[in-house]
């Protein structure tokens, strides 16, 4: 049967052919027939049908040959190999025990049959993951070979083959390596530089220094393992796509992101053309490809490979495979980058339930997944939750693997974000200090990890307003990351980008624009001018020119941020792209360019009743906004419209005492005022009085602003004695 299993490299390579034997009597012959029946199906991984034809041959066998006959002994190890065909493995034990057993009583111990049993039971058992029973039988196999066959022929390759293997599977890798390399030198030599079994075992070596982190050298030998297989098997023959697939894994682990693409669209398309489009192996080329898009920011193309790579694999596995689960990770991996978080939570969630059906409560895949749904609902603002979440995945991690695990290190750092975003101050410090000790015990004082610790701790002492402690941890962190990755990397420029932030809180603009530029230079230059993380610094950046009235510097940022956002995200709805809409508006209306601000706010206030339904919160802010504008274009009865429309949902959002229902109360008041409908005005601008003064006191300069709107008002209707009010209380707050 076949020499070796090609579904998995790693798998272990088959037992003996089965050899036909000339017979001359009818029971001989019919045995002979069924026999080779049986071959050719299993040959063709038609097991149900190869079984019944190779019982009645072992029948006959039984039932016309003596039992010390080696026929009788083949067809018990026939069965045995398309039992474990069919992966029923107790009965391929079993019968391969009893062939084993008969042939050491016609043999004797040291005989290459013999051998060839040994070798099927190891087989047997490595696919079992029995490994110290696989490599006993499989060291039985080798060490009878060598006697009986010397040291260079094509049975002691397979042993050393399939050892390699089982050390490969249990992280010996130097004794893989080692077992390996004969078997190739073996191989070589008896067979030739081009032969397909010396493919496969360049392919195990390639995964043993996979396994090493040594992926320069793996892909090497994976590259000549594609050269192999293009000229023994022709251009479309699934192993070359198998082959092409892994290679883009490899430049994928290596940042080789250009190549990795390039590898996995030749993969996805050559399994396209071998299987006529939907297969499992379409899908998990899909959802390798997809992640090399997501990697460089083309989220729109990864997200679309996803659904289709899930959607191949739900026709094709049952609801709870998880293969299923893996791809609906992925996915909440990226609704999360997305700013998706309802999407993000669907996909984990059922992840999540896959995982826990199908491996139990306290598998690591288990733990993984609720550390995805815990960032996802901390991000949502469901910071209880999360912090249940992280807990429970802290308790998996220190039970599969110890207190002293670097999953351990990284949810304790996890739960202290959950407690800063709570405001719970002490709690975030103290799970903090845990993880970056642990982290500095794992890894030692300069590894980037410690590096992450110190910029989350710099950002709760920003949050306390203790600003230098805040600036020291943030350059600990900064010192520790360019010592390991030089100053052009994307982590580095994280560290500028939350320097700035630091220092434009503080007022401290010059500096911070400088900084935020670092890390724009660095980011670009790193992930490229278009990848969404540039968008992030473009963001705080155009802001930091709203917030200093440069509106001419922060428009040609914001068409940027759109056009890179629209890059990744394609023509869809996002939260993002209908906020730099409505800065965009923002902009244009402070220019007094009063069309393209009207056009920009109105795509914004549709692409916002699209996201999150005509009763929010955000859909009322930009309705203020293009209240506001109208008011200045003198369309007044629209300007009217927006600001009561944007009230009543805020009033229905927030409350009818929120600070946000005062400023649209004020503005609608400007409004009046310069309608001169002064009672509907003076209503207006009382209504926001008091809610800034119940929300921020007397002397809050909201405050002072609605009362100066009110004086403009009684001196403009000729109300002197209020006006005469209003100028006394302004001044005595204003002292």
């Known amino acids: 049967m076949d020499e070796e299993t090609k579904e998995n490299i790693n798998t272990p390579e088959n037992a003996e052919p089965v050899q036909e034997v000339p017979l001359t009597q009818i029971a001989e012959q019919e045995w002979e027939n069924k026999t080779y029946q049986a071959i050719n199906l299993f ?39 398309i039992y474990r065909g069919m992966k029923k493995y107790k009965e391929a034990e079993e019968y391969a025990q009893r062939a084993l057993n008969l042939r050491r009583t016609i043999y004797g111990e040291e005989h290459p049959e013999v051998a060839n049993s040994w070798h099927a039971l190891g087989v047997i058992y490595h696919e079992q993951k029995k490994f110290v029973d696989a490599e006993n039988a499989h060291s039985k196999a080798l060490e009878i070979r060598r006697k009986c066959l010397g040291f260079r022929h094509p049975d002691i390759a397979r042993s050393l083959y399939n050892l390699a293997g089982i050390y490969l599977s249990t992280g010996r890798y130097t004794e893989a390596e080692k077992f390996a390399q004969e078997a190739l030198d073996i191989r070589e030599k008896i067979l ?169 409560p306290d598998d690591v895949r288990v733990a993984t997944s609720l550390c995805t749904l815990a960032e996802i609902l901390k991000y949502m603002g469901r910071l209880e939750e999360s912090e249940k979440i992280y807990k429970r995945a802290l308790e998996i991690w220190k039970k599969q693997y110890g207190a002293e695990h670097p999953n351990v290190a990284s949810t304790l750092n996890n739960l202290a974000e959950v407690y800063r975003f709570q405001g719970r101050l002490i709690e975030a410090e103290k799970y903090y200090i845990e993880s970056i000790e642990l982290w500095r015990k794992i890894s030692g004082p300069d590894h980037p990890n410690v590096a992450t610790v110190l910029a989350n701790i710099g950002e709760l002492r920003q949050a306390e307003r203790r600003y230098d402690d805040a600036e020291k941890y943030f350059r600990q962190a900064l010192q520790i990351l360019e010592k390991n990755f030089g100053t052009f990397n994307n982590a580095v420029a994280t560290l500028y980008h939350l320097l700035g932030r630091l220092y434009e809180q503080q007022n401290r603009f010059p500096v911070a624009e400088s900084l935020y530029r670092r890390a724009l230079e660095i980011r670009e230059k790193v992930l490229g001018p278009f990848h969404p993380e540039v968008s992030y610094i473009l963001k705080d950046l155009e802001e930091l020119y709203i917030t200093q009235g440069k509106y001419t510097s922060a428009e040609p940022l914001y068409l940027r941020s759109l056009a890179i956002w629209k890059s990744a995200f394609g023509e869809i709805d996002h939260p993002y792209i209908a906020k730099a809409l409505n800065n965009l508006g923002i902009i244009y209306k402070t220019q007094k360019k009063y069309t393209e601000a009207e056009d920009y706010y109105l795509k914004a206030l549709e692409m916002k009743r699209r996201l999150f339904g005509s009763e929010n919160i955000e859909v009322a802010k930009t309705m203020n906004n293009l209240a506001e504008l109208y008011h200045e274009m003198k369309r007044f009865s629209e300007s009217e419209i927006f600001y009561q429309d944007a009230i009543e949902i805020k009033i229905k959002c927030l409350g009818e005492e929120h600070p946000e229902v005062a400023t649209t109360y004020n503005n609608l008041g400007l409004l009046y005022l310069s309608l001169q409908k002064y009672p509907e005005a003076e209503e207006a601008f009382n209504k926001a009085l008091n809610i800034w003064r119940k929300t921020w006191g007397e002397k809050d300069p909201a405050v002072i602003l609605v009362l100066r709107n009110l004086l403009s008002l009684y001196i403009q209707s000729g109300n002197i004695q209020k006006s005469q009010e209003i100028r006394n209380l302004i001044d005595k707050l204003s002292s």
Request: hydrophobic residues 40%; charged residues 20%.
């Open 192 to 360: 030739g530089p081009n032969h397909p079994d010396v493919a496969n075992t360049l392919q195990l070596m390639g995964d043993i220094y996979k396994s090493k982190n040594d992926l320069v050298l793996a892909e090497s030998l994976y590259r000549r393992v594609l050269e192999i297989k293009e000229i023994t098997l022709g251009p479309n023959h699934p192993e070359i796509a198998h082959t092409l697939n892994t290679l883009g894994v490899l430049c994928h682990e290596q940042g080789k992101l250009k190549e990795a693409i390039e590898y996995a669209e030749k993969a996805v398309h050559l399994y396209r053309v071998i299987w006529g489009g939907s297969n499992l192996d379409v899908a998990r080329a899909l959802h390798n490809l997809a992640g090399y898009y997501r990697t460089i920011g083309k989220f729109y193309d990864a997200e679309k490979l996803y659904q289709e790579a899930l959607l191949i694999k739900q026709n094709f596995l049952p609801q709870n495979h998880p293969d299923l689960a893996v791809t609906m990770h992925q996915l909440a991996e990226l609704y999360k980058l997305l700013g998706l978080p309802q999407k993000a939570e669907e996909f984990s969630s059922q992840s999540l339930k896959i995982w826990e059906s199908v491996y139990g």
């Open 43 to 81: 040959k063709a991984r038609s097991y149900i049908e190869a079984l019944p034809l190779a019982q009645e041959a072992l029948q006959i066998a039984e039932t016309n040959f003596d039992q010390t006959d080696p026929r009788y002994a083949l067809s018990l190890s026939n069965l045995a190999e």
